[in-house]
């Protein structure tokens, strides 16, 4: 009998990881608005549970924070440091989920703003974002030993993020860290499993207030960004999973002092993630991504990885 009780302690201990290091590890996605590639950011985590999570991300190729800046031939890269924090609580009988993440950036290299070389090295704060989300459908909100029993079906669950103008910016620059913007992202996803798949769809809108201290004293605005992602996710028994994701995203075009720009994004996205539980309290993820195509040309590619740790929601 012993042995039997432990198999089952270990499956238990392992559906629950699978659960609370999806949540987790969700928050890590920092990249643009529209260009995030994030798995698993509906799944269902006991009440109460608080995750700290750290990790690193380096871009190279065009701009992650603004697809839209009016340069071309990018040579840039980004080395983020990124924390961020999410908890899980009850809202009218549903599990929901707040989270914030920081992202500390260097950004250096080359590009060209009307056949001119400019060329930029510069590290500080990108824009900080925060995220509400509610599973209204398919995701009650559970304790730790309900959740041990739970099977998820179906999720729909819907989020709203907001990221306020703070950061590193030069209006003086063409290339910055931050853009000097709110922006606000209203999110609809469904989350399906079957049996050790999970297949996943999430749709956005990305809107943006004006930058009334764009390049040399101009006003930028932007037309919202419509994205939707798409994910394939194989959970294993030990508690690690692994996804296949895709992301298109379009519109998000710009216009300067009244004078419409040439820049329309219709691009996708494809990348993979894997992670990987160290015990009931930690685990880490790696993701990678890139750009498939591009319309505006700013294409970039991305490797991240990070580690969470969590407490609290009755373990």
């Given at each position: ?17 699978r659960c ?58 980004t080395t ?53 989300s509610v ?181």
């Amino acid at each position: 009998m012993q042995p039997m009780r432990q198999t089952r302690l270990r499956g238990q201990i392992a559906g629950w990881l699978r659960c609370v290091t999806a949540v987790a590890l969700a928050v890590m996605a920092w990249r643009a608005p529209a260009q995030e590639i994030e798995p698993r950011a509906y799944s269902n985590a006991p009440i109460g549970v608080n995750f700290f999570i750290a990790g690193a991300v380096e871009t190279r190729g065009g701009l992650p924070s603004d697809s839209t800046v009016p340069v071309t031939n990018e040579d840039l890269r980004t080395t983020s440091l990124v924390m961020a924090y999410a908890h899980v609580f009850e809202l009218w009988g549903r599990s929901a989920k707040f989270d914030a993440i920081v992202p500390y950036t260097q950004l250096r290299g080359s590009a060209e703003l009307n056949g001119e070389p400019v060329e930029r090295n510069v590290t500080g704060f990108g824009r900080p974002a925060f995220r509400m989300s509610v599973n209204f459908h398919g995701a009650p909100a559970l304790s730790l030993p309900e959740l041990r029993e739970w099977k998820q079906d179906l999720i729909v669950g819907a989020s709203l993020q907001v990221a306020p103008p703070l950061g590193q910016y030069d209006p003086d620059r063409i290339i910055n860290i931050s853009s000097n913007r709110w922006s606000f992202k209203p999110e609809l996803g469904l989350s399906k499993a079957a049996g050790p798949w999970t297949l996943e769809l999430q749709a956005a809108a990305t809107f943006f207030t004006d930058n009334d201290e764009f390049f040399r004293g101009t006003t930028r605005s932007q037309d919202p960004v419509y994205s939707l992602q798409g994910h394939v996710i194989r959970g294993l028994a030990s508690g690690v999973w692994w996804s296949f994701d895709a992301t298109w995203f379009a519109g998000g075009r710009s216009e300067v002092d009244g004078v419409r720009n040439r820049d329309l994004q219709q691009n996708w996205r494809v990348g993979a993630s894997l992670a990987l539980p160290v015990d009931p309290l930690n685990s880490i993820k790696f993701a990678v991504s890139s750009g498939v195509s591009a319309r505006t040309g700013n294409n970039f590619d991305a490797i991240g990885v990070s580690w969470q740790r969590r407490w609290g929601g009755g373990l």
